[in-house]
């Protein structure tokens, strides 16, 4: 098993993120590997929630959309904090706190609104771009939320171990994006160029975020 470190220090400040163009035909094949990744601050502190994509380089693969997903407002709170999905998947934003949230956001990957509402809208939001989405409460300031759009099908959310693991991933030339809550607002992630070969690796990326 190899193992590829790298510390990344730059970030991309946009809403949303664009990919190569063409679209070719992926399988996992004979010769699709595990990837193993993890997300640690410069200190080597375990990262949970954070999200690793793994992007094709040259040409996207195809992705399916989830087919049921929810955000839940609770406790004045969105749970769960972060979610990661595919492009095209529609997410319901039920309301099971007693008072009414009217949900938002104006990020450039999806700008919509939920006005004020309790209980369940009845139609879901589709997520159709590739991006960050930050969410928010017009009536609760302090409640926010991020949805991470991925335009490819290697995709992961770290564990409060900040471990998480891709599977099926074929060799190839990839950019590791790693994004967190806590890089600077507008940051689309950090990208790294990496090789993914014929043997299970692992992945350790360590993000620029203050430790608490």
Not at 134 to 150: E, P, R, T
């Amino acid at each position: 098993m190899t193992l590829l470190h790298f510390l990344i220090r730059g970030a991309r400040h946009a809403g949303a993120w664009a990919g190569p163009v063409a679209l070719l035909a992926w399988a996992p094949g004979a010769n699709a590997v595990t990837v193993q990744l993890q997300a640690v601050s410069p200190s080597g502190r375990p990262l949970a929630d954070a999200v690793l994509l793994l992007e094709p380089q040259g040409a996207k693969a195809p992705v399916q959309p989830l087919p049921r997903v929810e955000i839940v407002q609770q406790g004045r709170r969105f749970i769960p904090a972060v979610t990661v999905v595919p492009m095209g998947t529609k997410v319901h934003f039920p309301n099971q706190d007693t008072v009414r949230h009217h949900v938002y956001s104006f990020s450039s990957a999806k700008k919509f609104e939920l006005k004020l509402y309790v209980g369940r809208p009845e139609n879901p939001v589709e997520f159709d771009r590739a991006g960050v989405v930050v969410l928010g409460c017009n009536i609760h300031d302090k409640m926010v939320g991020w949805v991470l759009v991925a335009d490819t099908p290697w995709y992961a959310k770290t564990a409060a171990s900040g471990h998480a693991t891709l599977s099926d991933v074929p060799p190839g030339a990839y950019v590791l994006r790693s994004w967190h809550p806590d890089l600077p607002a507008g940051s689309t992630g950090i990208e790294q160029p990496v090789t993914v070969g014929q043997v299970p690796m692992n992945l350790v990326a360590s993000l620029p975020v203050a430790d608490r």
